[in-house]
């Protein structure tokens, strides 16, 4: 009677062990290079770049391999790849300043003077070296004019140095001047470009929360040009 109950242990074991194989069997689909259709459990090496569908012992779709990527597909996704990061950076630095900008002015008004003092804080250093030029070219006229006098004998060692280092100052301070031209006008256009950035967060900002446009946000002035021209 023991050996009987022990056979039909061993059989039932047997038989769970089979079921529960092949409950869990995996069959594979995958299309070889010529295009026909293979199952079965496992999938040939040269195949593994294809796609595949994985199926459960009902015949159902229970997962899906898609194939590998060609080099020129893996070339253009990289490309994309770099292209969706830059636009992302793009987006995020214009998030960023405009944040900074409706955080830093309350209104256009405020910006105005803020933009006005900065500007007017060049036209003063230009004004300066601009005066300073005219002071070293009236030097050098008169350096020049002890130069004629001297005749054939020529200038002194003194003289001819003079001249020397004033060339050398009206040299130096002309670069200074168009370095302040060329940072002045930079500024206005960065400001005229954060102005009419502005403008237009107020107006969507206003009309988000009342239905209509800000009268700030009007056309935008220009930044005031310095009342001067450069000196020759």
Sequence with gaps: MVSINRARTIALVLSCIVAFGAAHAQLYKWTDAN????????????????????????????????????????????????????????????ERRDKALVSTYTSLADFDRVRDRALAVLDAEITGLTAQLVALNAQRADLGKQIDAAGKKGPSAKLAADVKLLDADIAATNGFESKKIRDRGE???????????LADLIAAHTKANTGSP?????????????ARTKAK
């Design 214 to 226: 800000s009268s700030a946000a009007a056309a935008t002035p220009s930044a005031a040009t310095p």
């Design 35 to 94: 295009g026909k259709v293979h199952y079965s459990d496992t999938v040939p090496p040269e195949a593994n770049d294809g796609a595949r569908k994985q199926l459960g012992s009902d015949g159902l779709v229970r997962g899906q391999i898609e194939r590998a990527q060609t080099q020129e597909e893996r070339r253009v996704a990289a490309i994309k790849a770099e292209e969706d990061r830059k636009a992302r950076v793009i987006v995020e630095e214009r």
């Design 187 to 197: 500024m206005a256009k960065t400001y005229a470009v954060e102005r009419s950035r």
